[in-house]
């Protein structure tokens, strides 16, 4: 009879741990649940005051009027002077580029090279136009900075080029004169500031004095000696740096190629700096402007200028970055400032955006 008690007992404490397990699960949980339920509570009482704030915000806002600000003497007097300058470059007007090779992010040739330039000179005029709104533009700075054309100087554009260099440099001369008479018929002075670039050459290595062995300098020379338009002036580069003074407000003018970097982080930036820098120890500018690189930028005193031929296979092959498009840049001189006050490019991708639609 002991050894059955004993038995039951066992059984029954067995089942009272049971029991006392279960309850103590239902009460963890209904513990869980209680505190999920205070959670709540207290953020839809946040909630509560912070919509009472808003309301409380938008019934004191409900008795103020409008009342607006009276224009400024700038706005109302007269346009201060300022200078707008156009940068070409870095045309490669005859160089062969073909799809296939540039993953279809570019194609470019003679033809498409000529609707390049035609909407860059309308897109040009359309933001002369719109500038003058702001300020009185009587001035136009037109920049040929240089590789116009790609010339020869590798194997393969030896190979797939559309011209040989004297006829791709008469080629680009007479698109670039059509320009500069359409700009002088919308402009009091226009002023052609010129720098050689480092494809157009006549050598297969630079030379130091690259203007003597440039067909682009030779382009300039011939145009400018040609120039019939009494308000167009030419300021011709005869050495690596052309420095153009626009009333005290002095651009120095160069292609770019003097400048290395070796695919750095920060880009050409940092030794473009140091370039300038050393430049102004000789002679100071307050802008200076570059091409070669095909990338535009800007910085407080320099801007780098894109290009019209765009990705090319070439560029595939430095790694260089690939969503750049063809675009010249545009610079707003403000001479009452004395400084730069705009930078942008100016689109010449319309070719490539139709390919895409």
């Not at 698109?175 to 008479?181: A, H």
């Not at 002088?184 to 030379?207: M, Q």
Request: glycine share 6%; charged share 30%.
């Amino acid at each position: 009879m002991a050894a059955k008690r004993r038995v039951a007992d066992e059984i029954a404490d067995s089942l009272a741990a049971d029991a006392q397990l279960v309850a103590d699960a239902e009460l963890a949980r209904l513990r869980a649940e209680l505190a999920s339920y205070r959670k709540r509570y207290t953020a839809a009482l946040e909630q509560i005051d912070r919509e009472r704030e808003r309301a409380d915000s938008l019934v004191s806002l409900k008795g103020i009027k409008s009342s607006p600000l009276p224009l400024t003497k700038a706005v109302k007097g007269k346009l201060h002077p300022a200078t707008m300058v156009l940068l070409i470059s870095d045309v490669h007007a005859e160089e062969t580029v073909r799809s296939e090779t540039v993953n279809n992010l570019n194609e470019y040739d003679l033809t498409v090279c000529e609707k390049r330039l035609a909407e860059l000179q309308e897109r040009f005029l359309a933001m002369l136009e719109h500038e003058r709104r702001l300020a009185q533009i009587d001035r136009v700075v037109i920049w040929l900075g240089g590789d116009l054309i790609s010339g020869m100087i590798h194997p393969e554009l030896a190979e797939e080029n559309s011209l040989h260099p004297l006829a791709a440099i008469r080629w680009v001369g007479e698109r670039l004169r059509s320009f500069i008479d359409t700009v002088a018929d919308n402009a009091r002075e226009v002023v052609i500031a010129t720098s050689c670039g480092n494809h157009g050459r006549t050598t297969e290595k630079l030379r130091t004095n690259e203007a003597d062995t440039s067909y682009e300098h030779h382009l300039y020379l011939t145009m400018r000696a040609a120039e019939k338009r009494k308000n167009v002036r030419w300021q011709i580069g005869e050495g690596h740096l052309n420095y153009l003074d626009l009333d005290g407000f002095v651009i120095r003018f160069c292609h770019g190629h003097a400048i290395k970097f070796s695919g750095g982080i920060g880009g050409i930036h940092v030794p473009l700096k140091k370039a300038i820098a050393a430049w102004d120890t000789h002679r100071p500018a307050h802008l200076t402007c570059i091409g070669h690189w095909h990338q535009f930028s800007a910085g407080r005193n320099y801007v780098s200028n894109g290009s019209v031929i765009g990705y090319s296979a070439y560029a595939v092959r430095i790694k260089a970055e690939g969503g750049e498009q063809p675009a010249q840049a545009a610079i707003v001189i403000d001479h009452k400032r004395n400084e730069m006050t705009k930078a942008y490019r100016i689109f010449c991708d319309r070719d490539l955006r139709e390919r895409k639609c």
